[in-house]
Protein backbone atom coordinates (compact mmCIF):
# COMPACT_ATOMS: atom_id res chain seq x y z
CA UNK A 1 0.00 0.00 0.00
CA UNK A 2 1.07 3.37 -1.13
CA UNK A 3 2.27 5.80 2.03
CA UNK A 4 0.00 8.56 0.87
CA UNK A 5 -3.11 6.24 0.75
CA UNK A 6 -2.20 5.00 4.37
CA UNK A 7 -1.65 8.27 5.67
CA UNK A 8 -5.35 9.05 3.98
CA UNK A 9 -6.68 5.90 5.41
CA UNK A 10 -5.19 6.97 9.12
CA UNK A 11 -6.97 10.30 8.45
CA UNK A 12 -10.50 9.43 7.26
CA UNK A 13 -10.74 6.52 10.11
CA UNK A 14 -9.16 9.10 12.59
CA UNK A 15 -11.43 11.88 11.77
CA UNK A 16 -14.79 8.85 12.12
CA UNK A 17 -13.15 8.24 15.70
CA UNK A 18 -13.44 11.87 16.51
CA UNK A 19 -16.45 11.87 15.46
CA UNK A 20 -18.14 9.01 17.39
CA UNK A 21 -16.52 10.42 20.28
CA UNK A 22 -17.93 14.25 19.92
CA UNK A 23 -21.35 12.42 19.52
CA UNK A 24 -20.34 10.48 22.86
CA UNK A 25 -19.34 13.87 24.65
CA UNK A 26 -22.43 15.81 23.39
CA UNK A 27 -25.06 13.05 24.30
CA UNK A 28 -24.99 11.66 27.39
CA UNK A 29 -26.75 8.45 26.61
CA UNK A 30 -23.81 7.46 24.50
CA UNK A 31 -20.62 8.30 26.61
CA UNK A 32 -20.10 4.77 27.10
CA UNK A 33 -21.19 3.03 23.99
CA UNK A 34 -19.34 5.25 21.66
CA UNK A 35 -15.29 4.91 22.98
CA UNK A 36 -16.64 0.87 22.47
CA UNK A 37 -17.84 1.83 18.54
CA UNK A 38 -14.51 3.80 18.27
CA UNK A 39 -12.55 1.23 19.32
CA UNK A 40 -13.75 -1.39 16.93
CA UNK A 41 -12.44 0.80 14.08
CA UNK A 42 -9.20 -0.19 15.12
CA UNK A 43 -9.97 -3.47 13.87
CA UNK A 44 -10.11 -1.76 10.63
CA UNK A 45 -7.28 0.30 10.70
CA UNK A 46 -4.78 -2.77 12.10
CA UNK A 47 -6.10 -5.44 9.40
CA UNK A 48 -6.38 -2.71 6.57
CA UNK A 49 -2.88 -1.13 7.38
CA UNK A 50 -0.83 -2.08 9.71
CA UNK A 51 -0.58 -2.80 13.76
CA UNK A 52 2.05 0.55 13.48
CA UNK A 53 -1.10 2.19 11.13
CA UNK A 54 -3.22 1.38 13.91
CA UNK A 55 -1.40 2.63 16.86
CA UNK A 56 -0.58 6.06 15.18
CA UNK A 57 -4.64 6.44 14.41
CA UNK A 58 -4.91 5.93 18.17
CA UNK A 59 -2.50 8.33 19.17
CA UNK A 60 -3.81 11.21 17.33
CA UNK A 61 -7.33 10.42 18.22
CA UNK A 62 -6.17 10.21 21.55
CA UNK A 63 -4.35 13.97 21.99
CA UNK A 64 -7.21 15.50 19.71
CA UNK A 65 -10.01 14.13 21.69
CA UNK A 66 -8.39 15.07 25.04
CA UNK A 67 -7.74 18.51 23.94
CA UNK A 68 -10.99 19.37 21.71
CA UNK A 69 -14.04 17.45 23.60
CA UNK A 70 -15.80 18.65 26.86
CA UNK A 71 -16.61 14.78 28.02
CA UNK A 72 -13.56 13.72 29.21
CA UNK A 73 -15.17 10.40 30.73
CA UNK A 74 -16.16 9.63 27.37
CA UNK A 75 -12.55 10.53 26.22
CA UNK A 76 -10.72 8.69 28.95
CA UNK A 77 -12.13 5.03 28.06
CA UNK A 78 -11.23 5.61 24.74
CA UNK A 79 -8.11 6.76 25.79
CA UNK A 80 -7.35 4.64 28.86
CA UNK A 81 -9.20 0.94 27.57
CA UNK A 82 -10.95 1.23 24.42
CA UNK A 83 -8.62 2.64 21.64
CA UNK A 84 -5.55 0.17 22.44
CA UNK A 85 -7.13 -2.72 23.54
CA UNK A 86 -8.09 -4.59 19.97
CA UNK A 87 -4.66 -3.53 19.13
CA UNK A 88 -3.65 -5.63 22.31
CA UNK A 89 -5.93 -8.20 22.47
CA UNK A 90 -4.08 -10.24 19.70
CA UNK A 91 -1.31 -10.41 22.02
CA UNK A 92 -2.84 -11.64 25.17
CA UNK A 93 -4.64 -14.00 23.50
CA UNK A 94 -1.23 -15.90 22.42
CA UNK A 95 -0.95 -16.77 26.16
CA UNK A 96 -1.58 -20.10 26.81
CA UNK A 97 -3.40 -20.54 30.26
CA UNK A 98 -6.99 -19.57 30.16
CA UNK A 99 -7.47 -18.81 33.92
CA UNK A 100 -4.27 -15.84 33.12
CA UNK A 101 -5.49 -14.78 29.80
CA UNK A 102 -9.05 -13.83 31.52
CA UNK A 103 -7.62 -12.62 34.59
CA UNK A 104 -5.33 -10.53 33.00
CA UNK A 105 -7.86 -8.93 30.53
CA UNK A 106 -10.08 -8.31 33.50
CA UNK A 107 -7.62 -6.55 35.73
CA UNK A 108 -6.34 -4.36 32.27
CA UNK A 109 -10.38 -3.34 32.45
CA UNK A 110 -10.87 -2.70 35.56
CA UNK A 111 -7.67 -0.51 36.57
CA UNK A 112 -8.96 1.03 33.52
CA UNK A 113 -12.27 2.14 34.54
CA UNK A 114 -10.62 3.17 37.95
CA UNK A 115 -8.34 5.54 36.32
CA UNK A 116 -10.85 6.93 34.33
CA UNK A 117 -12.98 7.39 37.46
CA UNK A 118 -10.44 8.90 39.56
CA UNK A 119 -8.80 11.16 37.05
CA UNK A 120 -12.44 12.31 36.46
CA UNK A 121 -13.05 13.04 39.89
CA UNK A 122 -10.04 14.41 41.04
CA UNK A 123 -8.64 15.96 37.96
CA UNK A 124 -11.29 17.30 36.49
CA UNK A 125 -13.31 17.72 39.80
CA UNK A 126 -16.35 15.80 37.92
CA UNK A 127 -18.51 14.48 40.92
CA UNK A 128 -19.38 11.26 41.13
CA UNK A 129 -23.18 10.88 41.36
CA UNK A 130 -24.27 7.79 43.04
CA UNK A 131 -27.83 7.49 43.73
CA UNK A 132 -27.77 3.18 44.20
CA UNK A 133 -26.04 4.19 47.47
CA UNK A 134 -23.06 2.27 49.18
CA UNK A 135 -24.15 -0.58 46.82
CA UNK A 136 -24.15 1.81 43.65
CA UNK A 137 -20.23 1.18 42.93
CA UNK A 138 -20.26 -2.71 43.21
CA UNK A 139 -23.65 -3.10 40.95
CA UNK A 140 -22.07 -0.70 38.44
CA UNK A 141 -18.85 -2.15 38.46
CA UNK A 142 -19.95 -5.61 37.68
CA UNK A 143 -22.19 -4.58 34.79
CA UNK A 144 -19.36 -2.61 33.37
CA UNK A 145 -17.47 -6.44 33.30
CA UNK A 146 -20.20 -7.90 32.47
CA UNK A 147 -20.22 -5.16 29.07
CA UNK A 148 -16.43 -5.98 29.13
CA UNK A 149 -17.06 -9.98 28.90
CA UNK A 150 -19.78 -9.54 26.10
CA UNK A 151 -17.20 -7.04 23.88
CA UNK A 152 -14.22 -9.32 24.71
CA UNK A 153 -16.37 -11.94 22.97
CA UNK A 154 -17.75 -10.03 20.60
CA UNK A 155 -14.41 -8.57 19.13
CA UNK A 156 -13.05 -12.17 17.57
CA UNK A 157 -16.24 -12.64 15.87
CA UNK A 158 -16.18 -9.05 14.57
CA UNK A 159 -12.94 -9.48 13.06
CA UNK A 160 -13.68 -12.47 11.19
CA UNK A 161 -17.17 -10.38 10.02
CA UNK A 162 -14.64 -7.89 9.08
CA UNK A 163 -12.10 -9.92 7.21
CA UNK A 164 -15.12 -11.92 5.20
CA UNK A 165 -17.41 -9.13 4.10
CA UNK A 166 -15.48 -6.12 4.07
CA UNK A 167 -11.95 -6.37 3.81
CA UNK A 168 -11.88 -7.77 0.19
CA UNK A 169 -13.88 -5.10 -0.94
CA UNK A 170 -12.03 -2.27 1.10
CA UNK A 171 -8.49 -4.24 -0.56
CA UNK A 172 -10.25 -3.30 -3.81
CA UNK A 173 -10.23 0.19 -4.20
CA UNK A 174 -7.28 0.56 -2.16
CA UNK A 175 -4.92 -1.48 -4.66
Known sequence: MKKS???????????????LLYIGSVMWLFAYIMPLAAGLIMIAVSQTGSKRLALTVYIAVSLISL?????KECVLLYVLFF??????RESLEK???????????F???????????MICIYVFMIPFDNELGRLGIPILMLLANALFFVYDNLLPKLEILYEKRIKNKIDKYLS
Open 67 to 71: TALND
Open 5 to 19: LRVAIAGIMSALCII
Open 83 to 88: GYYPLI
Open 95 to 105: IKSSFVKIILK
Open 107 to 117: LIFNAAVVAVE
